[in-house]
Nanobody, 128 residues
Framework: QVQLVESGGGVVQAGASLRLSCTVS????????MGWFRQAPGKEREFVGA????????DYADSVKGRLTISRDNPKNTVFLQMNNLKPEDTAVYYC?????????????????????WGQGTQVTVST
């Protein structure tokens, strides 16, 4: 059984930084592509960014490029989302997810349906 637990959310002012963590239990963490998604009230869950199994390749939503960075520490079964220069529109519940649905190093899953396991989410609130 694979379990994902996010942490690091909170309430911050616009312009601040946060680092979210997602720790994965179970074997074979290093074989999963890992993604971050977010969901604001009344909106659908949307892709934020993802990282391939090795950590060599990443992809981001246009709305967060240059502000958010994903990294992973495979020996510690953990993936991180560093968020800088936060904006009020970044307010949402942030979810990490794990996927085995990829073909090669360059194929990074970008949609909800390609992810097999999900965490419970962590709230990020950015005030003006």
């Amino acid at each position: 059984q694979v379990q994902l637990v996010e942490s690091g959310g909170g309430v911050v002012q616009a312009g601040a930084s946060l680092r979210l963590s997602c720790t994965v239990s179970g074997r074979s963490f290093s074989t999963y592509a890992m993604g971050w998604f977010r969901q604001a009230p009344g909106k659908e869950r949307e892709f934020v960014g993802a990282i391939n199994w090795s950590g060599r390749n990443t992809d981001y939503a246009d709305s967060v490029k240059g502000r958010l960075t994903i990294s992973r520490d495979n020996p510690k079964n953990t993936v991180f989302l560093q968020m800088n220069n936060l904006k009020p529109e970044d307010t949402a519940v942030y979810y990490c997810a794990a996927s085995l649905d990829y073909y090669n190093d360059n194929d990074i899953p970008l949609v909800v349906s390609r992810y097999d396991y999900w965490g419970q989410g962590t709230q990020v609130t950015v005030s003006t």
